[in-house]
Each structure stands twice: as structure tokens, then as C-alpha cells.
């Protein structure tokens, strides 16, 4: 059984996609975004982890205010939420090799090796255990 004691660690999950609209379409999450200081000009790298887009609150120089972003890093990601024997758990695929796998073996039955996460939504004290995965095996 999939529990809490199990985040951070890599697990390995048997399941089906008994629905396909649970299948999202890939789509472009941003990871990091760089800003400059207009006081100063020093450059500020803020990883982006959450759905929201953080930047930064003050400069080292004191400055408080609107910092200019100068660029951003971007990954490919898709998801899917997989029954088990447990229930039901939302997988992410992260990588292009990991989707484009996914997108051949879309068969009924999948193994999903990855990490165990939760997934919080912000101000809110109810989350999700979630997998990044690693590795997709067809079993179909």
C-alpha cells in the first residue's frame, strides 16, 4: 500500500488507464527563471516548483520592487492519474523520452518506477501523493 512513510523514496506501481480524459496532453512547465536587479544589476535564479511563478521579494543590495526577468528554462511534462490496487494516483512524466515512451506503450496495463511525492495546493492543508516517473514498462 502506497503511504506517506514512502516520499522521497522510488517505488514501482502496477496499474491501468481505465480512463483516457485522464491523460493530459503534454504541456510546458517553466523550472527556473532568472531576474536582474534594476538597482544593482546583480542576476537572481528562482526555481519555479509550484504552479505559480515566484519572484524574487529583495535583492541582497536592499532593493524591493519589480525585478526584470531576463530568462527562464523550460521542460516538456505530461500526466496521467493510473488505478491501482490502492486507488488512484497521478503520475508526471517529466522528460521528452519519458512522454514519447509513453505515447508507444499506451497500453491498458503499466508498471510506473519513480519517487513518491505529495503535492499541496498553496494554502491548503489537503494533499495528493503523486509519482515523478522514472521509468514506464508495458505490460499489455
Known amino acids: 500500500m502506497i503511504n506517506t512513510e514512502q516520499i522521497d523514496k522510488n517505488i514501482e506501481v502496477e496499474g491501468v488507464i481505465t480512463n483516457l480524459a485522464k491523460v493530459s496532453q503534454p504541456y510546458v512547465v517553466i523550472t527556473l527563471m532568472k531576474f536582474e536587479c534594476p538597482n544593482c544589476g546583480s542576476i537572481l535564479s528562482i526555481m519555479q516548483e509550484r504552479k505559480k511563478i515566484r519572484s524574487p521579494n529583495r535583492c541582497s543590495c536592499g532593493w524591493k520592487g519589480d525585478f526584470k526577468e531576463i530568462s527562464k528554462e523550460l521542460r516538456e511534462q505530461q500526466d496521467f492519474i493510473m488505478t491501482t490496487t490502492d486507488g488512484e494516483i497521478k503520475v508526471y512524466l517529466t522528460t521528452k523520452e519519458l512522454i514519447e515512451s509513453f505515447q508507444k506503450k499506451r497500453g491498458s ?14 494554502k491548503e492543508n489537503k494533499g495528493i501523493l503523486v509519482i515523478i516517473a522514472e521509468e514506464i514498462l508495458d505490460e499489455s
Open 109 to 122: 496495463r503499466l508498471t510506473v518506477k519513480g519517487q513518491l511525492k505529495d503535492e499541496f495546493i498553496k
